[in-house]
């Protein structure tokens, strides 16, 4: 070897090794584009929080960066994304468990209590990381982005009224089983794809949180939102495994810190989030139509529930069952 070459190798490896032990670039990709969404207020105080607490820093890639969930998902497998944040929604098609979060009437509606579910549960906590580890992802943080409702183009007071309606929902197949059950034509499609479906006429449905529905102008090319208590859109934010297991512990503590900190700020972030987001609506587009279903025209979707979570047990078998039983208990423990 000529000692130029040495000289450069030895070079190389320094700057190599002074990576490893010192300064590095994390990057993390998130599922939503306004920087006040869910996701990307999670993330931000998840760096801020890094970059307080160490001399690494976290490049963020807000959704239309980097491709669609699929896409970043795939990126966070392959070390690409060092962090990701990917809904169980997505993810369902790859963990089918994850799928539990789309029961109908699963989650409790109370803030309070379904934060402390968030916190607390066994499920979330100890049964679902070795599941996201088979994936080759450390799972971080589970938490919940707001009530979920229904836009629609017509009226909605029962399942009833959508009959042959187009509905959008996220690529999962026990979504697909639960507006089936709903009385819809269940359509699963990206994100990126829903604005421009609904436009031309394509679907005619979709359901998201508030905050989404208002961020992402979705209101501008649906006429009636429709709120029946369903769900509670959940997210998971995740590591790419090796990336993780490869730290020293100092860095796997400041980065558990950090979720730790940027769950609790979202929680409070949160609060009346869904009451603003759709007065912001109504100010944008005063003929929007905001529907909140009264307990009695709710009855018939929640009367779904028990044929929706028949489905999720038979698709994901023992392992998805005692997912389902233990999140159960979580919530029984919280109410
Ligand atoms: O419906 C969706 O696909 C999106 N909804 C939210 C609230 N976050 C990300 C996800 O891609």
Known sequence: MSRRISVLALAAFGVLAAGAAGADTWRYATEEAAAEDVQNVFAEKFKEQIEANSDHEVQLFPFGTLGESADIMEQAQSGILQFVDQSPGFTGALIPEAQVFFVPYLLPQDPDK?????????????????????????????????????????????????????????????????????????????????????????????????????????????????????????????ANKDFYDGLGEEDQTLIQNAAKAAFDYILDYQQGLQEKALEAIKAAKPDMQINILSQEERKPFMDTAGEVESSFVSMTGDSGKTILDQMKADLQAVQ
């Open 114 to 238: 379904l934060a402390e579910f968030f916190r607390t549960s066994k499920a979330i906590h100890e049964l679902f990381p070795p599941l996201y580890a088979k994936q080759g992802l450390e799972l971080l943080s589970m938490f919940p982005e707001g009530e979920v409702c229904m836009t629609t183009k017509k009226p909605v007071h029962s399942p009833a009224d959508l009959n042959e309606v187009k509905f959008r929902v996220m690529t999962n197949p026990l979504l697909v089983d639960s507006y089936k059950a709903f009385g819809a034509t269940p359509t699963p499609l990206p994100w990126g794809e829903v604005y421009g479906a609904l436009q031309t006429g394509i679907i005619q449905g979709q359901e998201n949180p508030g905050f989404f529905l208002d961020s992402t102008k979705i209101y501008e090319v649906t006429d009636v939102i429709t709120c029946i208590g369903h769900n509670n859109f959940t997210t998971a934010m995740m």
